[in-house]
Each structure stands twice: as C-alpha cells, then as structure tokens.
C-alpha cells in the first residue's frame, strides 16, 4: 500500500532525487529500499570447538532507545553519545581504536550531521590525526532498507574488515558543511574511492 510513502514524502522525509544523498551538501532526504539480510551467531567456544569458519567475532553491543527528540529526522545526538560509549566499553575499546564505522547515514540534511556531532565527541576523544577514522554508510548505494538497514549495514562492515578496504561513498562531492562544522577538529574521512584501512592487529 502507498500510504506510508506518502506520509513519508508529504512530510519532507523522503528524498525528491530519488537518492540518499549521504554525507552530501546535496542530502535531501532518503529513499526506501527493500532488502534482506542474515547472519548465523555462534559462540566463540562453539565455534573454536567445531573448528568452524567465523567471518567476524562481536566484541561489545548495547542497545538504547532516541528518547526524547525533536522529530523522527532529527534524533537525539547526546542519546547517541551514550549508546557510543556503553557499545566500546562492553567491547573493552577506546573510541580512538575503532578505525571504521558504516553509520546510519540516511542521506538527511539535519540526522546525519547530529550523527557525526556525536560521533566527533566520542570517537574523537585522544585520536591522532594520522589515525582518522573512515566512514561509510550502505544507504547510498541501496536505500534505507528500514527493518533490514541494520543487518545490511552489519554485513558491509564485516566485509570492510575482512578486505580491509572501504568502499567509496557514492554521490559524495561536497560535505555537507553542518558535517564540517561539527567534525573541523575531528580525523576523519569519507572516501569516494576505494580506501585502504589499516591492518588488523595480529593479523
């Protein structure tokens, strides 16, 4: 039924480009796409036990709510903040350690620069300007796959880790300047060609 696209599009969510616009000065809004997604959790012991091939291991998750917001484009960044900071210490990490990260990233002019303003706080923190941290985000290549972006964009960082590249941010010609400003004494990057990452320690 269309009834949700034009709820969605009559109140501006939606992008009339057809495209998200991640990172852009051009970001107009996000486009729904449709998609699955599925990975097979194990743990490690059952995995170290049955000799099996594992992609990926979890180090650290949490889970949070946006509390109290503005709107559904406009999320909360300090409820951001402290889903960041709960995730890296359940992972035993720094912000400064993480050299990657596929960000919600929907293409929209005021989320995604809220996004990177928490980002900045917590990742940030004690990073050195040789060591930047590289973005991405899978909406600009799919769309917002809504219940599914979340495994999608799961997907697309394991393969970022395994390949230790970092695809180019599609449309990405300009950031967009409420990014800038909140990420001007941030190492950060966002590719538009292929990026080669750092290696995994103890590879």
């Known amino acids: 039924r269309p009834t ?8 501006g969510m939606t992008s009339p480009t057809g495209r998200c616009h991640t990172y852009d000065a051009t970001a107009d809004g996000y486009v729904r796409g449709e998609g699955v997604g599925c990975l097979v959790l194990k743990r490690v012991e059952d995995v170290l036990a049955a000799d099996e091939l594992s992609h990926a291991m979890v180090l650290g998750v949490s889970v949070k709510n946006d509390g109290t917001s503005a709107s559904l484009t406009a999320p909360n960044g300090k409820a951001q903040e402290k889903l960041l900071r709960a995730t890296l210490r359940d992972a035993g990490l720094s912000g400064e350690e993480v050299d990657y990260i596929e ?7 005021l989320g995604d620069p809220i996004e990177m303003s928490a980002l900045a706080a917590v990742m940030g923190e004690d990073r050195d300007d040789d060591r930047p941290l590289v973005m991405g985000s899978a ?12 495994i999608v964009g799961l997907i697309k960082a394991i393969l970022v880790l395994q390949h230790e590249e970092a695809p180019p941010n599609p449309l990405l010609e300009k950031i967009n300047p409420k990014i800038a400003a909140v990420t001007k004494d941030f190492a950060v990057r966002f590719p538009t060609t292929l990026e080669l990452l750092r290696p995994l320690v103890g590879k």
């Open 103 to 109: 960000a919600h990233g929907t293409g929209t002019p």
């Open 139 to 150: 909406k600009a290549n799919i769309g917002h796959l809504e219940p599914a972006a979340g």
């Open 4 to 11: 949700s696209h034009r709820i969605y599009a009559t109140a």
